[in-house]
Every structure is written in C-alpha cells, then in structure tokens.
C-alpha cells in the first residue's frame, strides 16, 4: 500500500528537525572553539527557536508552507553558522588537522 504525501510529511519534518538538533549541537563547541560565541549567540538562539517552531508546525500541520519555510531557514542558518565558525577554526586559527580544510 502506498502512502499519501501528508503521511510522510511529519516523518520529514521530524526527520529535519533532527538534523537541525544535531547541527545546533555541533554549533556551540565550534563557536566555542573558534572565539566566535559571543558574536553568534544571538543569531544561534534565533535560528534555533525557528527552526523548533518550523518543525513544530510542520509536523502538527503538514500543508501549511510557513512552517516547511521555517523549517528550512533554520536548519540552513544553522549549518551556516556552523560552517562560520569551522572556517575561522581552520583558516584564522590554523587548526590545519581539521577534515575537509584544503
């Protein structure tokens, strides 16, 4: 049996918002490490509570394209911010050991 659209949608949605928990877990040692909490926290709180309630939304009212946008503008300023304080880390500080910093 084939499932509709709508019985998959909060299956993705919580499966984003895992990887929106994951990344912001990976956020506050990199900013951490890089010296660049102070000035990204502001924006982690903000990603962070965006994509919650995206994934909230998403998950509670699958046809409703604010809560998909929220979800993904969230979880992609997450991985922006991840990816801000990784490049600090291996450019600026020169962790040369880093993965993925040729």
């Known amino acids: ?3 509709s659209p709508l019985h998959v949608a909060p299956r993705i949605a919580l499966t984003v ?16 490490l890089a010296h660049h909490l102070s000035d990204s926290l502001p924006i982690f709180l ?7 309630g ?3 939304v998403a998950y509670r009212q699958p046809r409703n394209p604010v809560g998909w946008l929220m979800l993904a503008l969230g979880t ?7 990816a801000i304080a990784y ?8 962790h040369a050991d880093l993965p993925l910093g040729l």
Do not use: N
Not at 46 to 52: K, R
Not at 76 to 82: A, I
Not at 87 to 94: I, K, N, V
């Open 1 to 3: 049996m084939r499932r």
């Open 17 to 32: 918002g895992g990887v929106a928990f994951l990344v912001d877990a990976a956020a506050i040692p990199l900013a951490t």
């Open 46 to 52: 903000a990603t962070t509570s965006f994509a919650a």
């Open 54 to 56: 995206g994934c909230f």
């Open 76 to 82: 992609s300023s997450l991985v922006g911010l991840d």
């Open 87 to 94: 490049s600090l880390l291996r450019y600026r500080l020169g």
